[in-house]
Structures are given as structure tokens and as C-alpha cells.
């Protein structure tokens, strides 16, 4: 069966500072991984898409950046924090076929929990 | 612009009455309506798909259905353990993102 790790799960930081949050997948090859965020409130917000290794496609302008490594590995980043960059990050996986396609049924993992100071 | 809107944004049930949660949505072309399960600090937990009018999908006490217009989520004789935020999502024509609602949170009381 299929996994979905992140880490840290929870994490305070000052403004200005970096950030750097992992997401891992096992149990399947060439997945769809995805980044959102969910802000107190407010629904789910896609942030970044990505299709495979090195390809990533931003959904909105922000302070944040995405990569991947590697296959089943997917890093979201900031060189410089800010305090509306607090919110709930959740990784998400989908079976690899073309990204938004009938069918594509998003899993999610556990969440990492950002408060920037 | 796709959008999706949760109703209620709070439900309280005691235990064993039954109710339903609706998603009420536009999309260009839908190419399908999700439900999802969301428990305090945790990630979302995948409950169902729905593609097209008058489909219908059950899982043990839920049972999702959908229109052209709005999806209902049917709880039938909720326990406390069905408590939880219960996030309805489309994806459309446009693109590759999933288009959240709100949430309506559910607390089932015994």
C-alpha cells in the first residue's frame, strides 16, 4: 500500500528565516505530488504541482518555492520567511497519469504545521 | 471562476440523527466532485469521487450524491466518531488544481 510522510510536523520559525519541508512517498512509482496550504478559514490552496523529477509548475505567485529531487520526493522551500506564510502545508500524492485527469483522486499526508514569529 | 461552497460552516447532531452536509458548486465541464474527511491537525482522508448527475457512492454510514448543481453528503445515524470537518472539493476543465470548500464541521454528541 502506499505512504505519505512529512516532516517536521510542526515547526515555529522567525521572519526572515529559511524553510525547508520534505515530502516522501512509498509504495508507488512516478506519482503526481502536490503542495498545498490551508490557512485558518480558509479552504485549500494548491501551490505547487509537479509530474516528475525536476518539473514543477506554480499555481500562484508567492514567497515559496518547490523541487524534486528525486521521484517520490518533493521539498517546498522559502529563502525568506514571512508571517503570512503561517499556515497548515499538506503534501499530496495522485496514481501517475496525466495531471488532472478524470479519475486522478488526490491522497494527502499528515500536514506540517508552520507559525513564522 | 470555479467555486465551491459548504453549508452548513457547523452542524451539531446527537447521536443516531441522521442529516446531510451539501456542496454547492460552478465549474466549466466538471470532471469530478471529491469528498474528503479531515480531522483536527491531521490531513485530509479521501471518502469519495463523484463524476457525473446522479451518481451515488456509500461507505458504511455516508453516502455521497451528486447533482448538476450540488453534491449532499447523507450521515445515517452518526456516531461520535464521525465527528470531523468534512472538506468537499471539484476539479474542472481548467486545470490541473483541486477546488476546496470550506469545510462544514461536524459534532455528533452522545
Known amino acids: 500500500s502506499q505512504t505519505i510522510h512529512q516532516w517536521p510536523a510542526t515547526l515555529v520559525q522567525p521572519v526572515g528565516s529559511p524553510l525547508s519541508l520534505e515530502c516522501t512517498v512509498e509504495?508507488?512509482?512516478?506519482?503526481?505530488l502536490y503542495w498545498y496550504r490551508q490557512a485558518a478559514g480558509r479552504g485549500l490552496q494548491l501551490l505547487f504541482y509537479?509530474?516528475?523529477?525536476?518539473?514543477i509548475s506554480s499555481e500562484v505567485p508567492q514567497n515559496l518555492s518547490a523541487s524534486r529531487p528525486q521521484d517520490r520526493q518533493f521539498i517546498l522551500s522559502s529563502k525568506k520567511l514571512l508571517l503570512s506564510d503561517s499556515g497548515f502545508y499538506l503534501c499530496?500524492?495522485?496514481?501517475?497519469?496525466?495531471?488532472?485527469?478524470?479519475?486522478?483522486?488526490?491522497?494527502f499526508g499528515p500536514g506540517t504545521r508552520l507559525l513564522v514569529l | 471562476e470555479d467555486q465551491v461552497t459548504q453549508s452548513p460552516e457547523a452542524l451539531r447532531l446527537q447521536e443516531g440523527e441522521s442529516s446531510s452536509l451539501n456542496c454547492s458548486y460552478t465549474?466549466?465541464?466538471?470532471?469530478?466532485l471529491f469528498w474528503y474527511r479531515q480531522d483536527p491537525g491531521k490531513g485530509p482522508e479521501f471518502l469519495f469521487t463523484?463524476?457525473?448527475a446522479g451518481e451515488e457512492k456509500e461507505k458504511e454510514r455516508l453516502k455521497a450524491t451528486l447533482t448538476k448543481k450540488e453534491s449532499f453528503l447523507h450521515i445515517t445515524a452518526p456516531k461520535p466518531e464521525d465527528s470531523a470537518t468534512y472538506l468537499c472539493?471539484?476539479?474542472?476543465?481548467?486545470?490541473?488544481?483541486?477546488?476546496f470548500g470550506k469545510g462544514t464541521t461536524l459534532s455528533v454528541s452522545s
Open positions: 499530496a500524492w495522485s496514481p501517475r497519469r496525466l495531471a488532472g485527469a478524470d479519475g486522478e483522486t488526490q491522497y
Open positions: 509504495g508507488t512509482s512516478n506519482p503526481n
Open positions: 509537479s509530474v516528475g523529477i525536476g518539473q
Open positions: 465549474v466549466s465541464g466538471l470532471r469530478g
Open positions: 463523484l463524476y457525473s
Open positions: 472539493a471539484v476539479r474542472g476543465q481548467a486545470g490541473t488544481a483541486l477546488i
